[in-house]
């Protein structure tokens, strides 16, 4: 059997048994970094969070997570109850209290704490948020090809759960990883309520045809910040680039495709719903975008 892929495929490193994580205030060893069971959060996924990388001593695209998670928060009436400053303060002091200076990353998580009894009505949280981040020595490996199925799930309309919010619950996406798992696949692609090609269950999803970059309108996926960035590199290097509706035949006759996500940058797709993509490796496109956002990178952290 072929081995199980991940995006989020890290080198492992025995000093994450003892890094320090910051919970309300509050730098302690990973064995004591515990929420209750009355927390919002862990009791019913009430809760928003970003995924940041630290590159050379800096957190890459900081103003754009920071407005994110804030935007998120307001969205779903969650107050934070910190500045911003205060919070990339303590992004600063966890990164600092761990002595990590590249290759680290952080998952910056707020819920609406700890309720007073166990019922979904927001207003039995009472005790302000639980504010947690995680931070790991964190090295992605070389990324190999990944394998994708088109599953029953939907990203679906923003009146449900909008699929923008980047909250705690991730149940759409974890069954819709589930039932790609089960079709022999890494990971999902999922498609909008209209059946166009969307996104993948935690990555945005890209093609590659005849030179043009295509993505979705981005109406039903995360507003993803590397996303983002692969198509403002696109247009400063005269690349094609279209955010448009697109469906599964445009996708299995693509030349490239590929994710985007802050933790793997860009990760190569080899197949989909068992149909070889272009050379079923890395092609051109992905590579010369790895190495646009990689120069990236290093001018916003140097
Ligand atoms: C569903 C989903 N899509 C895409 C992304 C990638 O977003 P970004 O590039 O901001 O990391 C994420 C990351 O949190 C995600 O959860």
């Given at each position: 059997m072929t081995d199980q892929l991940t995006t989020h495929q890290a080198e492992e490193d025995a000093r994450n048994e003892a890094i320090l994580i910051y919970l309300n205030g509050k730098i302690v060893p990973k064995a004591q970094a515990v929420v209750s069971v009355y927390d919002s959060g862990f009791m019913l996924g009430d809760g928003v969070w970003e995924g940041l990388r630290l590159y050379n001593g800096k957190w890459a695209f900081l103003t754009e997570h920071i407005d994110r998670l804030f935007e998120a928060a307001k969205a779903i009436d969650?107050?934070?109850?910190?500045t911003r400053d205060a919070v990339i303060q303590a992004l600063t002091d966890t990164q600092k209290a761990n002595g990590m200076t590249t290759d680290a990353h952080a998952r910056l998580m707020v819920t609406r704490?700890?309720?007073?009894?166990?019922?979904?009505?927001?207003?039995?949280?009472?005790?302000g948020p639980t504010v947690t981040i995680i931070m790991e020595h964190s090295q992605p490996k070389i990324p190999r090809p990944i394998r994708l199925a088109t599953v029953p799930h939907l990203r679906g309309?923003?009146?449900?759960?909008?699929?923008?919010l980047n909250s705690h619950s991730k149940l759409n996406c974890i069954l819709a990883c589930i039932a790609a798992e089960k079709a022999g696949a890494d990971e999902a692609l999922m498609l909008d309520v209209h059946g166009f090609v969307n996104t993948t269950n935690a990555c945005n999803f890209f093609i590659v045809r005849k030179g043009e970059v295509w993505t979705s309108t981005g109406d039903y996926c995360m507003n993803g910040i590397t996303r983002q960035k692969v198509i403002d590199l696109c247009r400063e290097n005269a690349i094609p680039v279209f955010q448009r509706n697109f469906s599964l035949v445009d996708t299995y006759g693509a030349d490239e495709a590929f994710l985007t996500g802050t933790f793997g940058a860009q990760t190569p797709v080899s197949e989909i719903d068992g149909r070889q993509i272009g050379s079923g490796e890395m092609g051109p496109v992905t590579l010369r975008l790895r190495e646009l956002y990689r120069a990236l990178i290093q001018r916003e952290t140097a």
């Open positions: 969650l107050d934070i109850d910190m704490g700890v309720k007073s009894r166990p019922f979904q009505h927001p207003s039995l949280s009472k005790s309309l923003p009146m449900t759960q909008d699929p923008k």
